[in-house]
């Protein structure tokens, strides 16, 4: 499925929108997905459909100091 993630496209095998985490190794990250400008609460990933050409965006929080 071809997908534009944070901006880049993407040529992925995803269904739903947990599996585009899965890919980028993110699921047990602390991580907020954004789908069309709206914001997609992590216990909806797994349900969450995907189409063509869908906007994603993936803003992944790390410490530091």
């Not at 095998?13 to 992590?42: C, F, N, P, W």
Request: proline residues 3%; negative net charge.
């Amino acid at each position: 499925m071809r997908l534009l993630i944070n901006g880049k496209p993407a040529d992925l095998e995803a269904t739903v929108l947990s599996d585009v985490m899965r890919h980028y190794d993110l699921l047990d990250q602390l991580v907020v997905a954004e789908i069309d400008g709206r914001i997609i609460d992590k216990a909806d990933w797994e349900t969450m459909p995907l189409a063509e050409e869908m906007r994603i965006e993936l803003v992944h929080f790390v410490g530091g100091g």
